[in-house]
């Protein structure tokens, strides 16, 4: 086992009502939910609820969320029914089995150190 990174679940919901947005839980257990949240793409809105981290995308983001998801994924082949017509795994956001919900997700991420202040790199003058 890696101790230099950890695991979390999550799953995705479609809101097709008006203009699409999606929510996104993510279920932490005993990782701390800094621990995802600092890693999140940048202007990802999210909030915190225990050990459940929402994520609400309904614009520009969305496709960034998505793609770091899909990066950062490790869980297996679909387990539905013998589908996936020759695919590994459904996408975050699929429809193949529910309009609702997209396929439960596990992520691997690495342990980040909260404590230190992460400021930006600026090359030195040269």
């Known amino acids: 086992m890696n101790t230099d990174t950890f695991t979390v679940n999550g799953s995705l919901r479609h809101h097709f009502h008006g203009i699409y947005s999606a929510t996104i839980a993510i279920a932490c257990g005993t990782v701390p939910p800094a621990q995802v949240v600092a890693q999140l793409p940048q202007g990802t809105k999210s909030t915190v609820h225990q050990d459940l981290i929402l994520l609400r995308s309904d614009g520009a983001d969305y496709e960034d969320l998505v793609q770091w998801i899909e990066d950062h994924r490790v869980d297996g082949d679909c387990y539905l029914f013998d589908c996936c017509d020759g695919k590994p795994r459904h996408p975050i956001d ?15 991420l690495p342990f980040v150190d909260l404590h230190t202040p992460q400021l930006p790199f600026k090359e030195a003058a040269k």
């Open 94 to 108: 699929s429809v193949a089995h529910s309009i609702d919900h997209g396929p439960t997700f596990t992520l691997q």
